[in-house]
């Protein structure tokens, strides 16, 4: 069961992730709001990763996104 959770957190995450290299970006994340019809500024954006950024490299990894979902 946590697997198939897992799976479509995956799914969700690369959704973000798109230059697929692990890591959603402000920049990714800003995008894929604004395809959704919503509009967020960079710095919104920057701080919504902060919120889940555990390393301090001001990027979101599957393993945060995991963290974060899993609260
Ligand atoms: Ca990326
Ligand atoms: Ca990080």
Do not use: C, P
Request: net charge negative; aromatic share 8%; proline share 0%.
């Amino acid at each position: 069961m946590a697997d198939i959770v897992e799976t479509a957190a995956r799914k969700v995450f690369g959704r973000y992730d798109l230059d697929g290299d692990g890591l959603v970006t402000a920049d990714e994340y800003r995008k894929i709001v604004s395809e959704l019809g919503s509009h967020i500024t960079e710095s919104e954006a920057q701080e919504l990763i902060d919120s889940v950024d555990s390393n301090g490299d001001r990027q979101m990894s599957f393993e945060e996104f995991w963290a974060a979902l899993n609260g």
